[in-house]
């Protein structure tokens, strides 16, 4: 396995949010839950991050059971899980988290010299008219890159 490669990612984060800054972040996980990121189980849609008397969770994220038969009959697949930042980060995000409009939220989940990180950014909500915007630029590449293909061959 090559040193990073990303298990689970959060694919609309580039359509629904401006990002802003991006931070790395440890998780704690539990045994089984790191075989299943490991297996690309697991979704990160709709996830947030909150920083809760000095430490920071993730909320939302779905990580099923890696194998259900042998997974503890109280086993929540969308409990918080903290994440593992230094004070100084810490800090940061809480000042972000007070501005009005910026969101915390992971981007992926990934590995690390056999370490599960989480990729979060701090970010800021797109309008509907930005996100157009957005969809019209790249059909706009799309279609140069298709004209000029066909120009070549």
């Not at 401006?18 to 045994?31: F, Q």
Request: zero cysteines; a positive charge; aromatic letters at 8%.
């Amino acid at each position: 396995m090559n040193d990073m490669s990303d298990f689970i990612k959060n694919k609309k984060i580039s359509l629904n949010f401006k990002i802003l800054e991006e931070y790395t972040a440890g998780i704690e996980l539990l045994g089984f839950e790191v075989k299943s990121i490991k297996a690309k189980k697991g979704s990160l849609e709709g996830t947030h991050i909150t920083v809760r008397g000095g430490e920071a969770y993730l909320i939302g994220s779905f990580i099923p059971p890696y194998q259900t038969n042998n997974t503890p009959k109280s086993y929540d697949p969308h409990r918080n899980r903290k994440l593992l930042l230094t004070k100084k980060e810490l800090h940061d995000l809480k000042a972000f988290e007070s501005h009005k409009g910026l969101t915390i939220v992971p981007m992926s989940m990934y590995n690390k010299s056999n370490l599960i990180k989480v990729r979060i950014a701090v970010a800021q909500g797109k309008k509907k008219f930005d996100k157009r915007e957005d969809i019209k630029k790249k059909d706009m590449s799309r279609d140069i890159e298709r004209q000029l293909k066909t120009k070549i061959q």
